[in-house]
DNA sequence: CGAGTTTGACCTGCGC
DNA sequence: GCGCAGGTCAAACTCG
């Protein structure tokens, strides 16, 4: 696994009034953006500062009662836009409450982001219409059911596109450190996690 | 030796 | 009903 690593990901995040972020229950990441350019160079810009769209941030969340809200993202098939709430495969019938589907497309020469919860790979398949294999993570910390996707993109493999499903039930373990990711920030070694968590934990002014 | 990865098989949903 | 495609399982394998 080498995840842990991420030299400078051109990572930019986009979101729309519907998106709840998956990683964190108790942040809003409604008029954020994250863009970082090749150079390593890095900034946290409102939506407003920007109109350069690389990248792409899908959301939805759904529930039993309704089929979700949010906006589209291109690169993801009819079929994802159009999910329900059922859960594939329960065996007897029930019907669970999934959480939220969040996609992200970002630019990345590393196929995982750090986002500071440890994954534990279930699946690979080749997809149609891409020629790169989709990879399966779930969540390994005991009881969560996070789910997350990860593939390139069929039309542009210097994007990857990271799909979550579900919200994680615990704090990522990693969050104890953020304080000293901070402080001795390395734009070498800067990766998407690292950033959500200097937000995360930044108290609201 | 335990945790994580690989990979083929299997299951399910959907379109025709 | 059938075939295709996506998603998951689980045994075997790898690595630290």
Known sequence: MNISQNPSPNFTFFSDENFINPFMDNFDFSNLMFDVDEAGNNGLLTQEETSSPTSIVSSETFTG???????????????????????????????????????????????????????????KKSVKNNTNKRNYYKCSSEGCMVKKRVERDGEDAAYVITTYEGVHNHESPSHVYYNDMVLSYDHDNWNQ???????KISPPS
């Not at 059922?86 to 589907?101: A, L, Q």
């Not at 996690?193 to 937000?199: A, Q």
């Open 65 to 123: 009662e309704s089929g979700g809200s949010g906006s589209a993202i291109a690169t993801l098939s009819k079929k994802e836009l159009t999910f329900d709430c059922k859960t594939r495969g329960s065996k007897d019938g029930e019907t669970k409450e999934m959480g939220h589907r969040v996609a992200f497309r970002t630019r990345s020469k590393i196929d995982v982001m750090d986002d500071g919860y440890k994954w534990r790979k279930y699946g």
């Open 193 to 199: 996690h690292s950033l959500l968590r200097s937000i």
